[in-house]
């Protein structure tokens, strides 16, 4: 601002001198011709004190116009006021500098604390010859100091309001930096691997508390997966280390002879169950890998979804070693044809991953419901069980990879990769899963695909 406003007084300051100057070249050379019609020096009768104030009004040169007509050896023949001011005297040692023609205009030395005068020389010629000069004087404009004196009030409004808006967006900044600190601070703590972080809560901004809001929500997030990630280590390596001890034991006994006959038979089927389930959650862990690296592709075909589910249901019974619950499947509404286009070996991982958990779930005489509706964008299959239903504080973390619940931890074997898994194929189908609702006697998943 300061600098704007230097700029801006030092152009107002050059501009009103060129205006004096051309004013004063119009006005003397004016005053010459007229003294030239006259024989060299303005008529005696003339009111000059009038003519000279109209001519200064003119040429935009203000009031006390000073005028000099000298001679051709520059003596003072003529002269408005009749009082000159002290800094007339200067002009005769001035003189020969404009008359020389090397300088324009002259600035006399101010006296006491007047402005400086500048000085326009003219000549007046006759019969092409020089008889004498007009010499026109007048105090310098002094735009700066004119401004500060006479715009005081003005100037003391302007800085007030200038430091007002600075101390104001002073204040603002700092209620915005304080908390960009602190979330940067906050970053350098999670960088550290500490996410216990605490975020002040005082901000009234709504962007602010947005950012606040959501960083510590980041920040919760990646507590909760650090831990999961410690988890995954501890439970992959005990459900591989379990079916391997479990058939290392088995095998050891046959070859010691500790079994024989039909018990060591039972002992080697044995063995193979677990050699097919440590297999199973191998494979588990390789297709999951492919698929949130994106290296599994999908195959669409168009497929009746009612038919579909129906031949899902049959052979996810048929591969039960116990009994499998009663699994009842509805048509919310009566559609006379259920196709789109889909991969139907997806969707029967997905389905049979879903009857898998809700089966773990079920107490004994327990239920399985599956229901169809659909609508112009998609269609949907709910998966209700009739179980325990998964605790509230577990509800957000069901998706999450590895993760298994505390009760399922200890109830059922296996790896926590069935509903990430099941959601990453449903997304790449262009559907989604989640958890409609959960409590106990009721757990709906529902399964979207688009039509």
């Known amino acids: 601002m300061v600098l704007v406003s230097a700029v801006l007084l030092y152009s107002v300051h050059k501009e009103s001198l060129s205006r004096q100057h051309n004013g004063m070249e119009k006005m003397v050379r004016t005053i010459s011709e007229t003294a030239v019609e006259n024989g060299g020096r303005l ?38 006021p009749s009082h000159l001011p002290g800094e007339a005297a200067q002009l005769e040692s001035r003189l020969p500098e404009l008359m020389s023609g090397k300088e324009d205009f002259i600035r006399l030395e101010a006296q006491g604390d007047r402005s400086s005068f500048l000085v326009a020389v003219h000549p007046i010629v006759m019969d092409d010859r020089v008889t004498g000069s007009v010499i026109y004087m007048m105090p310098e404009i002094a735009t700066v100091e004119g401004v500060l004196e006479f715009q005081w009030p003005r100037l003391i409004l302007l800085l007030t309001l200038a430091f007002s808006g600075w101390g104001i967006i002073y204040v603002l900044t700092r209620r915005l930096v304080e908390p960009i600190q602190e979330v940067a601070g906050a970053a350098r703590q999670v960088v550290a691997g500490d996410y216990h972080i605490q975020l002040s809560k005082d901000y009234q901004e709504k962007e602010v508390d947005e950012l606040l809001t959501s960083f510590k929500e980041m920040a919760d997030r990646l507590q909760r997966l650090e831990s999961l990630r410690t988890q995954l280590l501890a439970g992959v390596t005990h459900e591989l280390k379990t079916p391997i001890t479990s058939v290392s034991g088995l095998v050891q006994a046959v070859k010691d002879g500790v079994v024989e006959g039909e018990e060591a038979v039972v002992f080697l089927d044995r063995c193979l169950i677990e050699s097919n389930r440590l297999q199973k959650m191998v494979e588990d862990l390789l297709d999951f890998n492919s698929f949130a690296a994106g290296a599994v592709t999908v195959s669409k ?33 009566a559609c006379k044809r259920w196709e789109l286009a889909t991969d139907p070996v997806r969707v029967g991982q997905i389905v049979i991953n879903l009857l898998n958990n809700a089966q773990a779930a079920l107490e004994p005489g327990g239920s399985i419901n599956l229901s169809l509706d659909a609508s112009p964008e998609a269609c949907r299959i709910h998966v209700e069980d009739t179980g325990r239903g998964i605790p509230e504080e577990e509800q957000r973390d069901i998706f999450e990879p590895f993760f298994r619940g505390e009760e ?44």
């Open 408 to 451: 399922k931890s200890t109830r059922v074997r296996g790896l926590g990769l069935g509903l990430p898994f099941s959601r990453l194929i449903a997304r790449s189908l262009g559907g989604d899963i989640e958890l409609a609702s959960s409590r106990p006697g009721s757990t709906i998943f529902t399964l979207t695909l688009p039509q």
């Open 301 to 333: 075909e168009p497929v009746d979804l009612h038919t579909l589910l129906l031949e899902i249901i049959e052979k996810w019974r048929m591969a039960q070693e116990e009994v499998a619950p009663i699994v009842e499947v509805h048509m919310v509404h």
């Open 43 to 80: 008529p005696d009768e003339m009111n000059m004190g009038r003519y000279l104030d109209e001519l200064a009004y003119q040429f935009g040169l203000g009031d006390r116009p000073i005028m000099l007509i000298t001679d051709r050896s520059n003596k003072l023949v003529q002269y408005y």
